[in-house]
């Protein structure tokens, strides 16, 4: 049976492309049932379908991807219209501006959804959902982009970058795993602070604590966690999703993956991601040459030709979906990239479109 991003992107006529993709089953799983469970009709709460569906158009109109807009605007079309009261001028207010300018859904914003009658858990399946089709925006980009690339040319060999030499750690950084502090973003640990009340693990209902035991090791202490968890079913579902993307095995090295989503969180202007991620590159490949690079200018970093395209091709998704093309992918296959490993840099920087958009407007990130 077909998905929703294959039928929007016509896979059936790019085998190269859905061969990658089976490859990541548990992903393509993972992303269909987050959006039959944000789109559910019965679904609980005081978000009724037709106003979950005017979010997602939105969503994916303002992301330029016109095929998700349509998608959804079909299914919308059949429905009675939302009603056009302040409530929902609150929520189409906070829509846009997330899908469009998220380090800007600042404690202001968010704080004027509960001020216009939306209790906390609608907040958080709102901005879950906004952040969901942010997504599956990019993620359908990404992969009619790589559908129209086509198949790699039998026995073509990748470009020659620079030679391989010892890596010699930069005289003007610290070392890996001591903190880099460039330009407003860091390496160390942070904290994150909730804007919105959080669930208290002592008097959460028996689902709310299962998703938090299976969501993390510190999740019972996580602003985080316990924010989302107000939505125990999508914290769930988006978990899996998460987990299928960034620790599938094979594929682009997690040092990779780690990069791209240190680029998106770089991009969308999210410190605590960008923090988290980039200390994860440090402890994968042993360096932060790389990261400074991106703290200090995404546009150009990258320390050899493999990873500028990781780099540029993560921008271009961030940025501009609805402009991403062949033309971004290229530089990676001829870099000595494969389809799946093509599928991987897509898959990650689309993440983050969401994970940024969490971080950002529900809460801010705490400095030592």
Not at 125 to 143: D, E, P, S, T
Not at 272 to 292: G, P
Not at 319 to 336: I, Y
């Amino acid at each position: 049976m077909t998905d929703t991003i294959d039928r929007l992107t016509h896979l059936d006529n790019a085998p190269h492309a859905q061969a990658a993709r089976q490859q990541r089953a548990k992903a393509i799983a993972a992303t269909q049932a987050c959006e039959d469970l944000l789109l559910a009709p019965a679904l609980p709460g005081g978000l009724p379908l037709p106003e979950r569906l005017a979010v997602a158009q939105a969503v994916a109109d303002a992301s330029g991807v016109a095929a998700l807009a349509a998608h959804y605007g079909a299914q919308l079309a059949r429905l009675p219209a939302p009603v056009q009261d302040v409530r929902w001028q609150a929520i189409t207010r906070f829509a846009h501006l997330l899908a469009t300018e998220p380090a800007a859904a600042d404690r202001a914003a968010l704080l004027a959804l509960p001020g216009a009658g939306l209790p906390t858990p609608d907040v958080v399946l709102l901005a879950q959902l906004i952040g969901f089709v942010a997504y599956q925006a990019r993620l359908v980009a990404g992969m009619a982009a790589l559908a129209a690339l086509g198949p790699a040319t039998q026995g073509a060999a990748p470009a020659q970058g620079e030679p391989d030499a010892p890596f010699v750690h930069p005289a003007n950084l610290p070392p890996p795993g001591e903190p880099l502090r460039l330009n407003g973003y860091t390496s160390e640990t942070l904290d994150w602070k909730a804007w919105l009340p959080v669930v208290d693990p002592a008097t959460a209902s028996a689902e709310q604590n299962a998703v938090l035991d299976a969501s993390h090791p510190k999740a019972r202490t996580s602003d985080f966690y316990l924010v989302l968890a107000h939505q125990p079913r999508v914290l769930a579902e988006r978990s899996q999703a998460f987990n299928a993307i960034m620790y599938a095995p094979g594929g682009l090295p997690r040092a990779e993956r780690e990069l791209a989503t240190t680029v998106v969180s770089r991009i969308n202007g999210c410190v605590y991601c960008a923090s988290v991620h980039a200390q994860r590159f440090e402890q994968l490949a042993k360096r932060n040459d790389v990261i400074a690079q991106v703290f200090t200018d995404p546009d150009g970093a990258g320390t050899s030709v493999r990873e500028r395209a990781i780099v540029q091709a993560s921008a271009a998704l961030t940025r501009a979906p609805g402009g991403f093309g062949p033309q971004h992918l290229a530089p990676l296959r001829a870099a000595g990239l494969s389809d799946l490993e093509l599928l991987d840099t897509v898959h990650a920087a689309a993440l983050f479109a969401w994970a940024n958009r969490l971080m950002l407007n529900l809460g801010e990130a705490v400095h030592p």
